[in-house]
């Protein structure tokens, strides 16, 4: 596999920018996730790398080459998208085998043959090579068109929401292979997606845009501990960060300039001391319990403790931890 590495581009459609300067290096054999909401630049960012669209400015590189102008074919990259654009006619075999068959390859058959039955046993669909594409449940049918993109041993892999068009169970399921396999393989894989639970399953690192701008990169958990504004804090997490006035909690001391404070649910402590407030809705979501709350006038969500019952109406007391406090300034802007 080969380093991504995005150096300062931009794109623009219409006037409106849709990416913005942004740099990004995408490690050899690292997985990295674009996190963001619909117009954030993330699937225009991908088709940068694949080379779908040109840059105004800036410079894309794969394995320490230029590949600004480079035509998408030579750019030794494969790319997965939403849908699952299988050859309908074809067996699950030879939609596997079918990037093998190109002209510009020319594998034997036997090389052909050995390289699509591993495959197929990594993603767990050997005994599928013989059906058609027409006789496969959703999910096999997104495991064959990863199938394809991995078969071919790409410099790296361009991931454009695979999963978001599967149930729950599938989405988890294959989120589960896909880190398998990308470590296994130790494959380059820049993965786009709005759904913050994929994010902080499989990257080694995510990427937070908005508005065409990377904000912040870092590990799921720096995201997460240590958002650089209360946007990237918004994005992970759920329920959502509770985004609170000064003064909220009865905290009154915090570093100057600060606007907001930001408490995480499960930094929110219900006991018996603290700040009494009545519980307005109760959310059981089987392993946890998110407790909906209301103190002057401010509304936040809270986890119950293990192995107690609540509901709403009843009166309960919340405090919180100081050093679980993020500070945010008017801006936004993370101050501590």
């Given at each position: 596999?080969?380093?991504?590495?995005?150096?300062?581009?931009?794109?623009?459609?219409?006037?409106?920018?849709?990416?913005?300067?942004?740099?990004?290096?995408?490690?050899?054999?690292?997985?990295?996730?674009?996190?963001?909401?619909?117009?954030?630049?993330?699937?225009?960012?991908?088709?940068?790398?694949?080379?779908?669209?040109?840059?105004?400015?800036?410079?894309?590189?794969?394995?320490?080459?230029?590949?600004?102008?480079?035509?998408?074919?030579?750019?030794?990259?494969?790319?997965?998208?939403q849908?699952?654009?299988?050859?309908?006619?074809?067996?699950?075999y030879?939609?596997?085998?079918?990037?093998?068959?190109?002209?510009?390859?020319?594998?034997?058959?036997?090389?052909?043959?050995?390289?699509?039955?591993?495959?197929?046993?990594?993603?767990?669909?050997?005994?599928?090579?013989?059906?058609?594409?027409?006789?496969?449940?959703?999910?096999?049918?997104?495991?064959?068109s990863?199938?394809?993109?991995?078969?071919?041993q790409?410099?790296?892999?361009?991931?454009?929401?695979?999963?978001?068009?599967?149930?729950?169970?599938?989405?988890?399921?294959?989120?589960?292979?896909?880190?398998?396999?990308?470590?296994?393989?130790?494959?380059?894989?820049?993965?786009?997606?709005?759904?913050?639970?994929?994010?902080?399953?499989?990257?080694?690192r995510?990427?937070?845009?908005?508005?065409g701008?990377?904000l912040?990169?870092?590990?799921?958990?720096?995201?997460?501990?240590?958002?650089?504004?209360?946007?990237?804090?918004?994005?992970?997490?759920?329920?959502?960060?509770?985004?609170?006035?000064?003064?909220?909690?009865?905290?009154?001391?915090?570093?100057?300039?600060?606007?907001?404070?930001?408490?995480?649910?499960?930094?929110?402590?219900?006991?018996?001391?603290?700040?009494?407030?009545?519980?307005?809705g109760?959310?059981?979501?089987?392993?946890?319990?998110?407790?909906?709350?209301?103190?002057?006038?401010?509304?936040?969500?809270?986890?119950?403790?293990?192995?107690?019952?609540?509901?709403?109406?009843?009166?309960?007391?919340?405090?919180?931890?100081?050093?679980?406090?993020?500070?945010?300034?008017?801006?936004?802007?993370?101050?501590?």
């Open positions: 596999m080969a380093e991504v590495k995005l150096s300062n581009i931009s794109k623009r459609f219409n006037g409106v920018a849709a990416v913005d300067g942004l740099s990004l290096t995408i490690g050899d054999g690292e997985l990295v996730v674009l996190l963001g909401p619909t117009g954030a630049g993330k699937t225009t960012t991908l088709r940068l790398i694949a080379g779908l669209e040109k840059p105004e400015s800036g410079m894309v590189s794969i394995g320490h080459h230029d590949v600004t102008r480079t035509p998408p074919a030579d750019r030794d990259i494969a790319m997965v998208f849908e699952y654009s299988l050859y309908p006619h074809f067996s699950v030879d939609n596997l085998a079918f990037p093998l068959r190109s002209p510009l390859r020319r594998l034997p058959e036997e090389q052909i043959r050995e390289k699509v039955h591993h495959i197929a046993e990594l993603l767990k669909i050997e005994h599928k090579l013989k059906n058609k594409g027409t006789k496969l449940s959703g999910g096999e049918m997104q495991r064959v990863i199938g394809r993109a991995l078969v071919r790409p410099a790296a892999f361009l991931m454009d929401e695979p999963l978001s068009s599967l149930d729950a169970k599938l989405r988890d399921e294959l989120r589960v292979e896909l880190k398998r396999i990308q470590i296994d393989l130790h494959a380059t894989i820049c993965y786009v997606t709005h759904d913050q639970v994929e994010a902080m399953t499989l990257a080694d995510i990427g937070v845009l908005s508005e701008r990377l912040q990169v870092g590990t799921p958990a720096e995201i997460y501990k240590k958002p650089m504004n209360t946007y990237v804090a918004a994005r992970l997490g759920s329920p959502s960060i509770n985004l609170l006035p000064v003064g909220s909690l009865g905290f009154n001391s915090v570093p100057r300039g600060t606007e907001s404070l930001g408490i995480r649910p499960e930094n929110l402590i219900i006991g018996d001391t603290g700040l009494p407030t009545t519980i307005r109760v959310e059981h979501l089987g392993a946890e319990t998110v407790m909906r709350l209301s103190i002057d006038n401010c509304e936040m969500a809270a986890l119950a403790p293990p192995g107690k019952s609540f509901s709403a109406g009843q009166r309960v007391f919340v405090s919180t931890i100081p050093e679980k406090v993020l500070y945010f300034d008017r801006t936004g802007e993370r101050i501590s």
